[in-house]
């Protein structure tokens, strides 16, 4: 056992001990504390640390997930599997095309695995009903289109469809459940207004708003961060650590800034080339190994009380691949 | 109906001012704007359809030759209509009313609504601003079997409705099969349907010069164009039940049209069974679009455009959109009538040419005028 309290103190997963989240929060420690110790093992073999280290339970597992696009003979994701812990911020990085996003949306059925398969809660997930699956697991996409004219508030009530039968009217639940989804994501004063006329952040919390009205367990983002300014970016990582710990849902998001996935996420999976490369917590994954391998960049990292700080120095250049 | 969001008052709604709520959405000023200036324009063109002719009535006796009590609450006048029976004896100018000219304008109001439901459909489906009752192979496959029927197959021409409605379904079936490989989308769906579109029009157009009689090249142009000339009430009887099933369809399936916009992704992580949903929505458009190919033939632009000019209006929430449509694709086909019988009388023109000319234009002066017309 080499943990010891300072380093214990300094990962992204024992940052919030606020009282109600005591006994959570010691269930992390004691995985952080697990996963420790197997620290010093796993640097030869980063792509299985999921056994190695008991931590909470998992809600989504990926079992040998191979992903690939219809029409195309070159998976994406090639024979990976991920259990997604309960109640957990787990983050999913890697550089451009590592295939984050075509995990995401394996675990969320979008895309059928060529081979293996995704439990919810030990279910198929392909077995269950899509509108079943879709009041347990809500998809954010990273592009969403929609009409100019549509209010936020129609919007927020489109997550409801799951809930709602082919000649169901709008219930008192739902109206409850679109007025908290709202609040929830900070975007009450948007209301009334039309998508066409928000801005991209404004946008965000719109679609944000309209997925939690979905009222899931898991919630599935794919990179929800991006394009936005900072003051959206903290909203939406705020909203994202809210539900972690009032709502107990699991939030698994594709984060194209490593060092946002170190400050907010409780579990960090790192992808390269289709390949889990690291799972762990923020302190185990952010290591200036990894930022060589696998984004291949120079970079010195500190870590601080916010978690690992990433200065990046220089591209190492990639003639070996 | 169902899928009733509230789309104009704000908070959450509760007790009992729910149920008011849940219909709020139809008394959009907008909505309700577009609703009574249809239904004015219908009301308009009706009179004048039946007031002019080689019968000519005031204003005054036409209004009250259609408003004739002995009319309006007769069972048996209705019973004559509707189902077929024997006309009792009324007063000449109502049986010219009644029996001759309303009628007309009866096809003409299920056509117009027909098209526009079908359009409107059609442009969620295939997320395409450019979508019509027609996009997907439909009025190639009506008008191949129109030809063949006029000029192969002449004996057949009593069935000649029936026989386009159903080329025109057999077709779309042609264009969603060649489209599906484990799934299809809209680009697909859209392609299929122009190439389709283009064989069955080649054979369509190579059928012309088999044609020996003028006759047959007039009467296959008026179908293909679109002509309510002739039309009584056993063209309504035809195309009513139809008309009532697929706008009905479409009012319920309005949800799940708003839903499709979202984007196919978005449609599917919120659950939709969206090849289902998909195949279901273009059913309902392709009955509404044979139900006014049997009666009307292929009357082309009116499907097109409708859509956009109520969308304009109220905004892309469907379930406003249909509502809309149902009164404005009448609007315009009613209008168009009027031209296309009295502009050149005693001549009568198909009225799909009207409708392009009429419609066309007007779509042109919103175009100009506002600069976001044509985005679903």
Same mark, same amino acid.
Request: charged share 25%.
């Given at each position: 056992m080499t943990a010891n309290e300072s380093t214990n103190e300094s990962s992204g997963a024992t940052r919030k001990n606020d009282a109600g989240q005591a006994s959570r929060t010691a269930d992390t420690r004691q995985a952080v504390r697990e996963s420790e110790s197997s620290h010093a093992g796993r640097e030869s073999d980063t792509s299985r640390v999921t056994r190695s280290c008991p931590r909470s339970e998992p809600i989504l597992v990926g079992e040998d997930l191979t992903l690939a696009y219809p029409g =195309? /003979?070159?998976?994406?994701? &090639? &024979?990976e599997s991920l259990a997604v812990e309960l109640g957990v911020v787990t983050a999913l990085v890697g550089p451009n095309g590592s295939g984050k996003s075509t995990l995401l949306k394996g675990l969320a059925d979008q895309l059928a695995p060529r081979d293996g398969t995704v439990l919810l809660e030990g279910r198929d997930v392909h077995e269950l009903g899509t509108k079943e699956l879709a009041r347990r697991l809500g998809l954010l996409s990273q592009e969403s289109t929609s009409p100019e004219s549509i209010t936020v508030e129609e919007l927020v009530y489109h997550g409801r469809y799951p809930h709602? &039968? !082919? !000649? /169901?009217h709008v219930t008192e639940s739902d109206h409850r459940a679109v007025h908290r989804a709202i609040e929830l994501a900070g975007c009450g004063h948007l209301r009334?207004?039309?998508?066409? =006329?928000?801005s991209g952040g404004q946008k965000q919390l719109a679609w944000i708003a309209m997925v939690l009205a979905q009222d899931t367990d898991v919630l599935l983002l794919d990179e929800p961060t991006t394009f936005l300014d900072l003051h959206h970016q903290l909203q939406v990582m705020e909203i994202v650590e809210t539900l972690r710990d009032e709502s107990d849902i699991t939030v698994v998001v594709v984060l194209h800034d490593i060092e946002q996935a170190a400050r907010h996420a409780d579990r960090i999976v790192a992808l390269d080339d289709g390949e889990i490369h690291g799972y762990g917590t923020p302190t185990e994954i952010v290591t200036e190994e990894l930022l060589a391998t696998v984004f291949e960049i120079e970079a010195a990292v500190d870590v601080v009380d916010q978690g690992p700080r990433i200065t990046p120095l220089c591209p190492i250049s990639s003639s070996d691949s | 109906m169902s899928g009733d969001e509230p789309g104009v008052a704000g908070s959450a709604a509760t007790g009992p001012t729910a149920d008011i709520r849940r219909l709020g959405? *139809?008394?959009?000023p907008g909505l309700v704007t577009v609703v009574l200036a249809s239904t004015l324009v219908v009301v308009l063109g009706g009179l004048v359809q039946v007031s002019f002719g080689a019968y000519s009535m005031t204003p005054s006796e036409a209004w009250r030759a259609v408003l004739n009590p002995d009319v309006v609450f007769n069972t048996q006048a209705w019973n004559a209509f509707l189902l077929g029976g024997e006309v009792p004896d009324m007063h000449e100018r109502s049986l010219i009313a009644w029996n001759v000219r309303l009628p007309r304008v009866f096809v003409a109001v299920i056509v117009g609504m027909n098209l526009a439901v079908s359009g409107a459909i059609f442009q969620a489906v295939t997320?395409?601003?450019?979508?019509?009752?027609?996009?997907?192979g439909v009025s190639s496959g009506a008008g191949l079997m129109i030809l063949l029927t006029l000029v192969?197959?002449?004996? *057949?021409t009593a069935f000649l409705p029936l026989i386009a409605a159903t080329g025109g379904a057999v077709a779309f079936l042609i264009v969603y099969a060649i489209a599906w490989k484990g799934g299809t989308n809209p680009v697909r769906l859209v392609l299929a349907g122009v190439i389709v579109g283009t064989v069955l029009g080649s054979l369509q157009t190579a059928l012309f010069f088999f044609a020996d009689d003028v006759g047959i090249v007039q009467s296959a142009i008026a179908w293909t164009t679109g002509s309510l000339t002739g039309t009584d009430w056993q063209q309504v009887r035809l195309a009513l039940p139809w008309t009532v099933v697929a706008v009905g369809l479409a009012l319920v399936g309005s949800r799940q049209c708003n839903v499709l916009l979202l984007g196919e992704e978005t449609a599917k992580s919120l659950g939709m069974s969206i090849e289902k949903v998909r195949f279901a929505l273009s059913g309902v458009a392709v009955l509404a679009a044979a139900a006014s190919i049997a009666v009307a033939g292929i009357v082309s632009f009116v499907g097109l455009i409708v859509p956009h000019i109520v969308r304009n209006v109220v905004g892309s929430d469907y379930k406003q959109l249909i509502v809309g449509c149902v009164f404005v694709g009448p609007a315009l086909m009613v209008a168009a009538d009027v031209g296309a019988r009295l502009a050149l009388n005693p001549v009568q023109i198909p009225v799909g040419i009207v409708t392009g000319l009429v419609g066309g234009t007007y779509f042109l002066y919103l175009m100009r005028k506002k600069s976001n017309l044509g985005e679903i």
């Open positions: =195309s /003979d070159e998976p994406v994701i &090639g &024979g709602r &039968g !082919f !000649f /169901d009334e207004r039309e998508l066409g =006329s928000l | 959405w *139809l008394f959009d997320r395409n601003e450019l979508a019509s009752p027609f996009i997907l192969v197959f002449g004996s *057949l």
